[in-house]
């Protein structure tokens, strides 16, 4: 505080001063024919300089001195830092793009929501060209394999299933309009942007399907949507470029009761008694590529916006039975209990062993369910 009176008081300031400093960014204020250029250095001291003469030059330097400090600004955009107990410093942008890829490694499971600190990182990601290019380099993979080790047959009994959600077809265009994760889903307004059909084709998924039908491979889109979406979903993936399907599944009201993941199992499990071969899955859920019978093997696009939570299976299965588990998750109703309209479910009275950790969850009911 005594440096910034100390200024004031005298009208030249030699650009010696300056030379030390860091400049977050700089003012320029004209009053009664002087200039008075303002730096704001971190934290809260400013250096007033005032200058009457040879005003173009001082106004050059701090110009270079912005351009200069702008792109250090940007390149690390959090300033505030984290420490850890072990010294380790953690930008934002370190932390989000460390939650972003233990989302994708699977270490993080049924978040409702991207933390409210991330969701712009988040967004960034979804519109860049890294996310396309992690997108691409999935799907190469998948060529690469099927080329390297698909002993393929070329008898029609070859198969590779799709998802259709963010692996055909993108959601990005809705999950815009919502925070891009950050906001609660809202079941309704989804299947509402769905049935409009308007969903663009993931380009790099566009080339592997086309890749599997010209090597004469039966393809099986298998879709954690609702049987009435059926119709608006045919038409947008034709509309985008995918046809010629031999199979398409949709989720009928008796595949609510049961996890995605075994829905999606006991598909595979019928493709495969229909004598055929599934050489692989592309999917941005886990619970698309895992489970019994596997695949010889399975691919995983990126995805950070949602994780899709088959507690609503257990909601549901919870308010309309009593005395079976539900299937797929061997959790039984004695450790469900409700709420005011919510079902809370958990393994606290050691009577159930949770298959998908959803311990101490809770999970809110349509009212029109």
Not at 23 to 43: D, E, M, V
Not at 73 to 79: G, M, P
Not at 171 to 186: D, F, H, I, M
Not at 299 to 309: A, W
Request: net charge neutral; aromatic share 12%; charged share 25%.
């Amino acid at each position: 505080s005594s440096f910034v009176a100390n200024t004031f008081n005298h009208t030249h300031v030699t650009w010696s001063h300056l030379k030390p400093l860091q400049f977050a960014h700089i003012n320029t204020l004209k009053r009664n024919g002087c200039c008075s250029i303002i730096c704001y250095i971190p934290p809260f001291h400013a250096l007033v300089v005032k200058r009457e003469k040879k005003m173009g030059k001082a106004i050059w330097w701090c110009l270079v001195l912005t351009c200069l400090f702008i792109p250090l600004a940007v390149a690390d955009w959090n300033i505030l830092r984290h420490q850890t107990h072990d010294g380790l410093k953690i930008s934002l942008k370190n932390y989000c793009e460390s939650w972003r890829m233990n989302v994708e490694l699977h270490n993080i499971r049924n978040f409702q929501v991207v933390p409210e600190e991330c969701i712009e990182y988040i967004g960034r990601y979804v519109k860049s060209t890294q996310y396309q290019v992690d997108s691409q380099r999935a799907t190469e993979e998948c060529l690469v394999y099927l080329s390297t080790s698909c002993d393929l047959k070329i008898d029609g009994g070859d198969a590779w299933i799709f998802d259709i959600d963010d692996t055909l077809l993108s959601t990005v265009p809705y999950y815009k309009n919502n925070l891009y994760g950050g906001r609660k889903l809202n079941v309704t307004s989804l299947e509402e942007w769905m049935s409009k059909g308007n969903a663009p084709a993931l380009d790099h998924s566009l080339k592997l399907y086309n890749e599997l039908k010209s090597r004469g491979v039966q393809i099986f889109l298998v879709t954690a949507r609702k049987e009435h979406l059926r119709s608006a979903t045919i038409d947008n993936l034709v509309k985008v470029g995918y046809y010629g399907w031999t199979k398409i599944v949709f989720r009928e009201p008796a595949d609510e009761l049961v996890s995605v993941q075994k829905y999606k199992s006991d598909v595979r499990k019928q493709i495969m008694n229909d004598g055929y071969r599934i050489w692989g899955i592309v999917g941005d859920q886990y619970s698309s590529i895992e489970g019994i019978p596997s695949p010889r093997r399975a691919f995983k696009l990126p995805n950070p916006m949602y994780y899709r939570l088959d507690l609503y299976a257990v909601a549901i299965h919870a308010a309309r039975f009593s005395d079976v588990p539900l299937e797929g998750f061997d959790v039984y109703p004695s450790v469900y209990r409700v709420e005011r309209g919510q079902v809370m479910v958990g393994s606290d009275q050691g009577e159930a062993s949770c298959a998908e950790d959803i311990s101490a969850q809770r999970v809110y009911l349509d009212p029109e369910s």
